[in-house]
């Protein structure tokens, strides 16, 4: 009987220290936040073969200055657009995926392709990450203008944007004396999105907007080709491809 007693208390004690850990379990469920990576429900298979136009990725690097103020570095944007481009590229072949040459710098055909695809992107972006447009949504580039890319005779084109502030000198002396008063100031800023495009129907096929993936890269002019790589893992999670 003494046993018997001593083990209801014992699976008594089980069940209470259960209910905290559900609990916890629910709160952390009820608070995932929004998945930051788009999937289009309007996409049609891949063939066996992919090939993809890699387009010359959209960087700009600017020093942030002592009054807020930004200033573009043709520089540093062309030395980190470079390196994105050879690490992508490297990417795509070593999942077998054909790359097809985009040829150089964006060419004026292709101009209006890039404004609606970043029209589309926000559009996109506000619905997946800041809940502002709901229900299902045909995101495609005309047919107009996907046609210079189209010609190239590949599948897909791929897009990364990417957009970085580096605090000068000055900003960093201004920010150390607003943490002194209890005031935040920017120092640096890092953001990107990529999208994958299906030149045979236009649609925006895949696209990530996560705001920490390249939490790791550190300094975008330092990295090291591995530390590229490994930020590519995160630029193109859950890739189609």
């Not at 208390?9 to 209470?16: E, G, N, V």
């Not at 220290?17 to 999937?39: D, E, F, I, Q």
Request: glycine share 6%; aromatic share 8%.
């Amino acid at each position: 009987m003494i046993a018997s007693a001593s083990r209801r208390r014992r699976r008594t004690r089980s069940r209470w220290w259960a209910v905290p850990v559900l609990l916890a379990t629910l709160v952390v469920a009820g608070c995932v936040p929004p998945s930051r990576v788009y999937h289009s429900k309007d996409t049609i298979a891949p063939p066996l073969q992919s090939s993809v136009v890699v387009l010359p990725p959209d960087v700009v690097v600017s020093v942030l200055n002592a009054g807020g103020n930004l200033e573009p570095r043709a520089d540093w944007s062309e030395a980190v657009a470079r390196n994105l481009e050879e690490t992508l590229v490297a990417y795509m072949y070593d999942y077998g995926v054909e790359v097809i040459p985009y040829g150089g710098e964006l060419k004026d055909q292709d101009v209006a392709l890039f404004r609606q695809l970043n029209v589309l992107l926000d559009a996109i972006e506000m619905g997946q990450v800041r809940d502002g447009i709901g229900g299902d949504r045909d995101y495609a580039i005309g047919r107009a203008e996907r046609e210079g890319l189209s010609n190239l005779g590949a599948d897909y084109a791929i897009l990364i944007v990417l957009r970085a502030n580096r605090a000068s000198t000055g900003r960093q002396v201004f920010a150390v004396i607003s943490a002194v008063a209890r005031v935040p100031v920017e120092t640096s800023s890092l953001r990107f999105r990529s999208a994958l495009i299906d030149l045979r129907d236009g649609h925006i096929t895949w696209a990530n907007f996560d705001d920490t993936a390249l939490a790791d890269i550190g300094d975008l002019l330092k990295a090291s080709p591995e530390k590229w790589a490994k930020a590519l893992e995160h630029l193109l999670r859950e890739f189609p491809l």
